[in-house]
């Protein structure tokens, strides 16, 4: 489930934190006709994104923290890292486990909807993306989210899938 963040984040970030919340929240709350509907579009066996900064799902608090550094604010639940201006990521953890990675990418270089997905998104005409691919084998979900306008967002998020 979703954690609330109470954390003093930088102005210029809260935004997009929220943002990304509001869109992972918007995720896991679908009804089960969206839930039916995304399975009819689950990925291949083999997931294109599978991992951050050497991060995987199921990894623990201890492990994430080595790969990624000391984060800017981090909880038993969660942690929220700065990596420079355009760049930022949210692991959530159940039972001291990793089950979600967040990233943001804002302004800067992020992976293809290809990269991450295995197959290009079409953008809607204001230049957004969204799409979910369902990995049932690998046992996660990926989301590929662009905002529209001339400085988009990236956020790609993926989490456990609950059994």
Sequence with gaps: MFAVVRLPLPVKFAALFLLAS?????VTSGSQA???????QAGGDDPAFNEFKGVRLGMT????????????DKSDEQDFYLFGDKLAAQVLYKLHKVVT?????????????????????????D?????????????????????????????????????
């Design 101 to 125: 990675i967040s990233i943001d990418f804002m302004g800067g270089e992020a992976p293809s909807p290809k990269q991450v997905l295995g197959a290009d998104v079409e953008a809607k005409p």
């Design 127 to 163: 230049g957004s993306m969204n799409k979910v691919v369902r990995y049932p084998k690998a046992g996660y979900w990926v989301c590929y989210n662009r905002t529209a306008g001339d400085s988009p967002v990236i956020s790609i998020t993926m989490q456990k899938i609950e059994q």
């Design 34 to 40: 969206q839930r039916a509907r995304a399975s009819a």
């Design 61 to 72: 608090v201890d492990e994430t923290r080595k790969k990624l550094g000391d984060p800017k």
């Design 22 to 26: 509001a869109s992972l929240m918007l």
